[in-house]
């Protein structure tokens, strides 16, 4: 009798033994399953981010191309508004001077706001040295367009023609030039006059020179400072007028030039 609980205990063994067997079988199913559940998890999640990351970078693309294309479209518009706040700015100056002129009524003259305006050019003497220095280079290309080489083998009318037409034609498309180069005094403006003065005194003394190869220097100063004081007189009277009154004023200039210059000019220039 005293033997039997061990019987018992005998056969109780086994079936805890299986009862372990079957807690660590299912801990490790269990691990299993969770690590399984992880991986999936972190699977899904990472696929949700790659996507989502995805539609950022497209979405970042997009945009990047778009504001590619779209600032282009800004440059124009804003190029296209400066020149129209300029062609006012010409009308004005040219109808009231530049020192009657303001800023308000450059913006009604382009039909802008005063705001609009100021998103540009901040006051009146940007306007005028922005305007200035666009009519500067202009001139410049012009007066090398009428002192060409080969005009010095014109006869002195047709030379005449040949010089004076551009110059006046320039100055009656741009009438702002005239009121900018000698009505503002902007001191930038008028540095940019001087200089440009005296480039066409020097091509004026390039011309005497070539007729009048044994004239003395102050000579062909005094004569081309005289030239260039008649021009600018007339061309106050030209610019004054308009239709056949203006022609009759270009023709004028030129026979007062004609005659002025044909004694010095008269003998044939030496080749």
């Not at 308000?104 to 003259?109: F, K, L, Q, S, T």
């Amino acid at each position: 009798m005293p033997e039997r609980p061990q019987a018992e205990n005998a056969a109780k063994a086994p079936e805890a033994t299986k009862s372990t067997v079957a807690k660590k079988t299912a801990t490790k199913t269990a691990r299993k399953a969770a690590k399984s559940t992880v991986g999936t998890t972190a699977a899904t999640t990472a696929g949700t981010t790659a996507g989502t990351a995805t539609k950022r970078t497209a979405k970042s693309a997009t945009k990047s191309a778009a504001g590619k294309t779209a600032a282009p479209r800004r440059q124009a518009r804003g190029e296209r508004r400066i020149a129209q706040l300029l062609e006012a700015a010409a009308s004005v100056f040219c109808r009231t001077g530049y020192a009657a002129a303001s800023t308000n009524a450059i913006a009604r003259e382009a039909e802008v706001s005063p705001g609009t305006l100021y998103q540009f050019f901040p006051n009146k003497e940007a306007i005028a040295i922005h305007l200035g220095d666009e009519l500067l280079r202009r001139a410049r290309d012009m007066h090398g367009q009428a002192f060409l080489p080969e005009n010095l083998d014109k006869p002195l009318p047709e030379l005449l023609d040949a010089v004076l037409d551009p110059v006046i034609a320039f100055n009656c498309e741009n009438p702002a030039f005239w009121a900018l180069m000698h009505g503002s005094g902007i001191p930038g403006i008028t540095q940019e006059r001087e200089e440009l003065h005296s480039g066409l005194l020097e091509r004026v003394q390039g011309v005497l020179r070539a007729f009048c190869p044994d004239g003395s220097p102050e000579e062909l100063n005094r004569v081309s400072a005289m030239v260039l004081g008649v021009f600018k007189a007339a061309l106050d009277l030209i610019l004054a007028s308009e239709g056949a009154e203006r022609a009759a004023y270009v023709a004028e200039l030129k026979t007062v030039l004609l005659r002025y210059l044909e004694p010095m000019l008269a003998t044939p220039r030496p080749h």
